[in-house]
Nanobody
Framework: QLVESGGGLVQSGGSLRLSCVAPDYTYSSLAMGWFRQAPRKEREFVAAISWSGGTTDYAGPVKGRFTISRGSGKNTVYLQMNSLKPEDTAVYYC?????????????????WGQGTQVTVSS
């Protein structure tokens, strides 16, 4: 139900912007987040944003480098990734849930995208 785009190959220190679009419904609330999964590793939290867009949360390794934001239509979320490192290489997944706040546990989310590959070369 969620459609991601924007992944690709970038050199270390570079930037990428991921986008995620939810179906164009009228939502009463829709918190959204990003997770990632590298080969042979568990899925991990990256960033989350509240329904209002006023509250955000970041995992420690990306804090100060990544920025999550919502589009004006509220059904779109972006992840701006700067100063990328090889350890950021993973499949990035967008997630959403019919709730208002920020959630860092993947089990809190009900809707998922198909994932987009981000590869950072050294």
């Amino acid at each position: 139900q969620l459609v991601e785009s924007g992944g690709g190959l970038v050199q270390s220190g570079g930037s990428l912007r991921l986008s995620c679009v939810a179906p164009d419904y009228t939502y009463s609330s829709l918190a959204m987040g990003w997770f990632r999964q590298a080969p042979r590793k568990e899925r991990e939290f990256v960033a989350a944003i509240s329904w209002s867009g006023g509250t955000t949360d970041y995992a420690g390794p990306v804090k100060g480098r990544f920025t999550i934001s919502r589009g004006s239509g509220k059904n779109t979320v972006y992840l701006q990734m700067n100063s990328l490192k090889p350890e950021d290489t993973a499949v990035y997944y967008c997630a959403a849930v019919d709730r208002s706040y920020t959630y860092s546990d993947w089990q809190d989310y009900d809707y998922w995208g198909q994932g987009t590959q981000v590869t950072v070369s050294s």
